[in-house]
């Protein structure tokens, strides 16, 4: 009976496979519900060393700071391409716990869609670990869409991750990347953006942590000064020239990490926003033409200019409390997807296209990105006890059943 279940689950996860047509030969396809990755077990690649005597990022110089490893924050296309060759890219994020409720929108709003050439369309979320379904998030990681870190505790006030030191944040983002890949069953390294509790930067804490750990990239960092034309990403060898609009902003020069500079949108009134739900001047909540001019408005700033990447950001709620600007949003998906030089992708695409920039037309060319699809044995986990509160939780997971509610310091909950 078991090895029957066994072979129906291998079938299954093929045919999820072979139906995407992205089917790439995994070493191990099947659960290994044996974590991979204890958090004892890893090693940063580099010694940890105290933020506070990192040597302060120095002026940006062009000549030595070259792609792919290294980029000044700047406003020039990659590559010294024109606007008209550069490939318009748009990135959706969510943010937050991934649950039964909001797993529904992300279904209807974003499954099956593709760009003008062919390739699946991408969004990336960034999951905040309580209250989140680990199946649901084995979902979305089997559907192409990339997996990202938002922190295990999302702790309040913004303040505690203003002061997070390098430790705090190696807890809670470090540690959420090793617990999310065991949980979801979905591979490590897959797992490379981070994106800070409330947009509040923590200074060189964070990049600290990411470079020790091999995290790709921040997208935290909102700018309003650099918003037409819109700042691209670029690294932090030398000092940032964006505005920092929620201090501690770092000033370190920390290479390897890259900063996806969340370039803000232009409310009716001309006040920038970093959410698309941030917004205060908005066109009426109900008018789905207005909200659907108020988006392409906002794309078209990017669109006839540097082509910066354009970020749609924003949290499940708002779509799915306002129909009209859920509408307006799945109208806008369509334009983009009948663009032949726009192309909604995964965060970290984003970040391959720059290290590598390619004309428009050789990037279409390009084959569309793979993935491996993670098997999920689902287990309903709970009642579990909280460690750091009173509470209770359930939960559900793709691997075994841990001891007590995972937390920071405890991210396998053991
Ligand atoms: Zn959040």
């Not at 490939?87 to 969510?94: D, H, L």
């Not at 279904?107 to 199946?135: M, Q």
């Not at 909200?291 to 949290?315: C, L, M, T």
């Amino acid at each position: 009976m078991r090895s029957l279940v066994l072979l129906f689950y291998l079938f299954l996860g093929l045919t999820i496979a072979v139906v995407q047509g992205q089917f790439v030969p995994s070493p191990d396809p099947l659960f290994t519900p044996d974590p991979v990755t204890e958090p004892s077990t890893e090693e940063p690649t580099t010694p940890e060393r105290d933020p506070n005597e990192l040597p302060l990022g120095e002026e940006c110089n062009e000549e030595l700071c070259k792609l792919p490893d290294c980029r000044c924050s700047t406003t020039d296309i990659p590559g010294g391409l024109l606007p008209r060759n550069t490939p318009q890219f748009v990135t959706i994020t969510f943010d937050d716990a991934i649950n039964v409720r909001n797993i529904e929108t992300y279904r209807s709003i974003l499954y099956g869609r593709k760009n003008s050439n062919g390739c699946p369309s991408g969004a990336t979320f960034f999951v905040s670990h309580e209250y989140t379904d680990y199946v649901l998030v084995n979902e979305l990681y089997n559907h192409g869409y990339e997996i990202a870190l938002n922190s295990i505790s999302h702790r309040t006030p913004p303040d505690y991750w203003a002061t997070a030191n390098y430790d705090v944040i190696k807890e809670e983002i470090a540690d959420q990347r090793i617990q999310i890949a065991h949980f979801a069953n979905i591979s490590t390294e897959s797992v490379k953006g981070v994106r800070l509790p409330f947009l509040q930067l923590a200074g060189n804490a964070s990049f600290q942590v990411m470079a020790d750990y091999g995290l790709e990239y921040d997208s935290s960092w909102p700018t309003s000064a650099y918003r037409d034309p819109g700042l691209w990403p670029y690294t932090l060898d030398y000092a940032s020239t964006q505005d920092c609009t929620m201090p501690p902003c770092p000033t370190a020069s920390i290479p390897k990490p890259w900063v996806q500079p969340l370039v803000s949108w232009t409310d009716l009134q001309g006040l920038p926003c970093v959410m698309a739900d941030s917004c205060h001047f908005t066109p009426d909540l109900e008018d789905e033409e207005a909200w659907y001019k108020f988006i392409v408005g906002n794309f078209e700033r990017h669109y006839f200019s540097n082509r910066a990447p354009f970020g749609f950001h924003i949290h499940e709620w708002y779509l799915s409390s306002n129909p009209a600007v859920q509408a307006a949003f799945v109208r806008f998906m369509n334009l983009i997807s009948n663009l032949p030089d726009a192309f909604v992708v995964n965060s970290s695409e984003v970040l391959e296209w720059v290290k590598n920039p390619v004309p428009v037309d050789v990037y279409r060319a390009k084959p569309c990105r793979q993935w491996s699809p993670r098997i999920c044995f689902s287990r309903d986990c709970g009642p579990l006890a909280g460690e750091h509160n009173e509470m209770i939780y359930w939960f559900n997971v793709c691997n075994v059943c841990p001891r007590v509610y995972p937390w920071t310091g405890n991210p396998l909950g053991r």
